[in-house]
């Protein structure tokens, strides 16, 4: 990982959401955007896998004393990924698209964090 990712004056989210976009792309997915907003919320990352469309959410941590980073998306906020991504969707034209919901949950101890990276997390929910 490069010293700019996990740069001092970035938060942990945006370290997070840095660290996360580079290991997709060593996955080879595509990225179309990140920090996606509008009035329903914001989603991390939009990318692609192949002919996928992927919803990325990002959560990183120092440790687990709170337990996993990945419990932080609740019922309530895949709701508001969901309504997020159907936005991003109906604007862009999109609707025909095959899309999943992805999270990638990051604890970092020392320079490289530990990576979870839950594919297919959660269904569309609104």
């Known amino acids: 990982m490069t010293n700019s990712v996990c740069s001092k004056d970035l938060t942990l989210g945006q370290q997070g959401e840095a660290f996360a976009v580079s290991y997709l792309k060593g996955l080879k997915y595509k990225i179309l955007q990140t920090n996606y907003r509008c009035r329903c919320g914001e989603i991390d990352i939009i990318a692609r896998d192949g002919k996928v469309l992927v919803f990325v959410e990002v959560k990183a941590r120092r440790g687990t004393s709170y337990g996993p980073p990945q419990l932080s998306v609740t019922p309530f ?9 159907l936005t991003y969707l109906l604007r862009n034209r999109l609707m025909d698209e095959n899309a999943r919901f992805d999270v990638i949950a990051l604890v ?19």
């Open 108 to 126: 970092f101890r020392n320079e490289e964090p530990d990576v979870t990276h839950i594919k297919d997390a959660f269904d569309l929910a609104y």
């Open 77 to 85: 906020k895949q709701r508001q990924i969901s309504k997020t991504a």
